[in-house]
């Protein structure tokens, strides 16, 4: 099991009971969608402090992507996202950590976040080369930059100790929406628990309302 601490994961216990809840009493469909995007705009806010909002940060056209940077779905992911960020104007990639795949993604995650958003993007494309990742890589890629990061297990730490919290918000949120794995997409009222290239390209496609989406 990954190691997340105790404190955060009491508070995010409830969080999940509560998501969990929402879907299981089975509401209208319109008022579990603006729950579930109440905690989506979180999922959102929480990667636009950390420069993982990519594509056109005011775009109308949003894809959630959950993912792990050990994950080699995830990183089979990344160019086509990047031809679909060209291929639509008005996308908008909101990329979540979600490091599910043991201690070392865990420990990347947060090595990762503390990259300050101006840098993150190319540190971001760089973890996802190939060969496994784990928190003395990303420390080495730091100091390259002239970054120095706090360890990723400091209890310290304020950012650590908030980096901690959010991804454990992360990671509820995604075995909420029923991702059991990486990588996991949300594009509009639909979810991908995978990557499907063809199906989540017609999903965009659909979304951005043009026709003859195949």
Request: aromatic letters at 8%; charged letters at 20%; a positive charge.
């Amino acid at each position: 099991m990954p190691n997340i601490p105790p404190h955060p994961l009491r508070a995010l216990s409830a969080l999940l009971l509560v998501i969990f809840a929402l879907f299981a009493a089975q509401p209208a469909l319109a008022q579990r969608s603006a729950k579930l995007q109440e905690y989506l705009d979180k999922a959102e806010a929480i990667s636009a402090r950390h420069g993982m909002v990519l594509g056109n940060p005011r775009g109308t056209l949003t894809v959630y992507k959950f993912f792990d940077y050990n994950c080699p779905y995830c990183r089979a992911a990344v160019p086509f996202m990047e031809r679909m960020m060209k291929q639509y104007p008005q996308l908008k990639l909101v990329v979540i950590d979600d490091p599910s795949l043991g201690q070392d993604s865990v420990e990347v995650a947060i090595a990762m976040a503390q990259i300050p958003a101006a840098k993150r993007h190319k540190a971001h494309l760089a973890a996802l080369g190939p060969g496994k990742r784990n928190a003395a890589w990303v420390a080495a890629y730091a100091k390259s930059i002239g970054v120095t990061l706090a360890p990723w297990d400091a209890t310290d730490n304020p950012q650590v100790r908030q980096i901690r919290t959010d991804i454990g918000f992360n990671r509820s949120l995604a075995r909420a929406i029923g991702f059991n794995g990486v990588p996991g997409f949300v594009v509009g009222n639909q979810y991908f628990n995978g990557f499907d290239e063809q199906a989540i390209a017609k999903a965009i496609c659909q979304e951005s309302g043009r026709k003859n989406c195949g």
